[in-house]
T-cell receptor, first 113, second 112 residues
Framework: DVKVTQSSRYLVKRTGEKVFLECVQD?????MFWYRQDPGLGLRLIYF???????EKGDIPEGYSVSREKKERFSLILESASTNQTSMYLC????????????FGNGTRLTVT | SQQGEEDPQALSIQEGENATMNCSYK?????LQWYRQNSGRGLVHLIL?????REKHSGRLRVTLDTSKKSSSLLITASRAADTASYFC????????????FGKGTLLTVNP
């Protein structure tokens, strides 16, 4: 079974801190994604990566950056955390083959105070 | 940009009853996918239906797709308390396997 592991389940950070959210997948998937999930807004795509060192903006990239130095690892970076970035962050991956479903991690609930 | 929209937003039924959730989308698609999310957890893929398929079954799940109406439905038969979760439809735009966009989900509560 595919395993997508997010490094933290819960995280509390202060406004202005630099925050790293880490995600690792063990199935050699080409594509990796970061979503945030908020009540009433559903899942929104922040960034995705289709290869090592390659990235593309999703629908809400402002205030975030990403890093993919190795195929199995995709990091989401909040350069200067703000309270409106308090959210559930979900990492996912899938293969490059057509119609490949997404495999999600269990999420990181980030609170910025 | 929202592609899939689920209806209803919330559904409450008794154990043993069937649950039907609907999804509407806006643009042409290659496939439509359904996911389940238990409270506080990540999403789990349930079933994928291709644009040239009209119906697909997996265990107690039945999914239909009507591309002329740009809609899909997910039927869970003989529901159990363990089916309590949020259910999402998701679609990748034509020509892309990347930007899967999700609806806001249907919260299903199955009462024992």
């Amino acid at each position: 079974d595919v395993k997508v592991t997010q490094s933290s389940r819960y995280l509390v950070k202060r406004t202005g801190e630099k925050v790293f959210l880490e995600c690792v997948q063990d199935m050699d998937h080409e594509n990796m994604f970061w979503y945030r999930q908020d009540p009433g807004l559903g899942l929104r795509l922040i960034y995705f990566s289709y290869d090592v060192k390659m990235k593309e903006k999703g629908d809400i990239p402002e205030g975030y950056s990403v890093s993919r130095e190795k195929k199995e690892r995709f990091s989401l970076i909040l350069e200067s955390a703000s309270t409106n970035q308090t959210s559930m962050y979900l990492c996912a991956s899938n293969a490059e083959t057509w119609n490949s479903p997404l495999h999600f991690g269990n999420g990181t609930r980030l609170t910025v105070t | 940009s929202q592609q899939g929209e689920e209806d209803p937003q919330a559904l409450s039924i008794q154990e043993g009853e069937n649950a039907t959730m609907n999804c509407s989308y806006k643009t042409s698609i290659n496939n439509l996918q359904w996911y389940r999310q238990n409270s506080g957890r990540g999403l789990v893929h349930l079933i994928l239906i291709r644009s040239n398929e009209r119906e697909k079954h997996s265990g107690r799940l039945r999914v239909t797709l009507d591309t002329s109406k740009k809609s899909s439905s997910l039927l869970i038969t003989a529901s159990r308390a363990a089916d309590t979760a949020s259910y999402f439809c998701a679609t990748p735009p034509l020509g892309s396997n990347y930007k899967l966009t999700f609806g806001k989900g249907t919260l299903l509560t199955v009462n024992p």
